[in-house]
């Protein structure tokens, strides 16, 4: 049975050798371990391993979760849907928020946002395969949305996260990984962060130019109940 760290390093080596084929610095992708479902004793072996960034979809699993860690030195990322009611605890308690997709959401989270921490690191959440039920805001609206939020004080704006439609094909895993990074390019902005890839495509995702890979199944192993 293989452990947190043996999957680890093989995360590593993957990471290590799709930057390497991608003409990348591999020091320039950077793992965010998506522990959603899994206990915090697997987030501890995660630290204990090398993990530092650790990312929750769910607010009440993850406040959880940090008040257990609280001897860790670990920063936690906010990924999953944010319902108006929740800003003011995530505001408080991450370090970033890969997911927002709205600015009612980046105003609240502005406002909320304590002032005696550092500004909260955001990613605009895009829906790059035009799936009706993912999160995520269009395309045409990323230059108007950026802008806005990068000039919210609570906030500081550091690029663009997308959960494109699953596919096997390698092609149309770059395809959709293209279209944020040139999406990104695009607004100017100096913007130095791209969340994207997952366990079954990070290496299409850094091929694309990811600085960010959130990494569940293939560091935790499978998720057996509950969210998908
Ligand atoms: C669950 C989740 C992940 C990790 O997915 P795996 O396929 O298990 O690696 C990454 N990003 C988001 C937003 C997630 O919800």
């Known amino acids: 049975m293989s452990t947190i760290a043996d999957n680890l390093s093989a995360l590593a080596a993957r990471i290590d050798s799709a930057a390497k084929a991608a003409g990348r610095d591999p020091a320039s992708i950077q793992l965010l371990a998506v522990s959603k479902t899994k206990p915090a004793d697997a987030v501890r072996e995660a630290h204990a391993a090398g ?15 940090q008040e257990e860690l609280r001897d860790l030195p670990l920063t936690w990322h906010f990924i999953g849907p944010i319902q108006s009611n929740k800003t003011r605890a ?14 009612k959401i980046a105003q609240r989270l502005s406002e909320q946002r ?5 500004p909260l690191n955001v990613c605009l959440q895009v829906n790059v395969s035009g799936e009706d039920s993912k999160s995520g805001c269009l395309p045409a609206d990323v230059p108007a ?16 996260m997308a959960i494109p439609e699953p596919t096997e094909d390698r092609g149309a895993q770059e395809a959709a990984f293209a279209a944020l990074r040139q999406l990104q390019e695009d607004l100017g902005l100096g913007l ?13 995702a850094i091929a694309q130019g ?19």
């Open 114 to 118: 304590p002032a005696d921490l550092a």
């Open 51 to 65: 993990v530092r960034d650790v990312g929750e979809n769910y607010l009440q699993e993850a406040l959880a979760k």
């Open 90 to 103: 995530i505001a408080e308690h991450f370090d970033w928020v890969h997911s927002v997709d709205r600015l």
């Open 145 to 160: 949305l950026a802008s806005a939020i990068a000039s919210l004080p609570g906030l500081r704006l550091r690029g663009l």
């Open 210 to 228: 990811a600085t960010w890979v959130r990494i569940g199944t293939a560091l935790f192993g499978a998720r057996d109940y509950g969210h998908a």
């Open 192 to 204: 130095d962060t791209l969340s994207m890839g997952m366990s079954h495509d990070l290496e299409a």
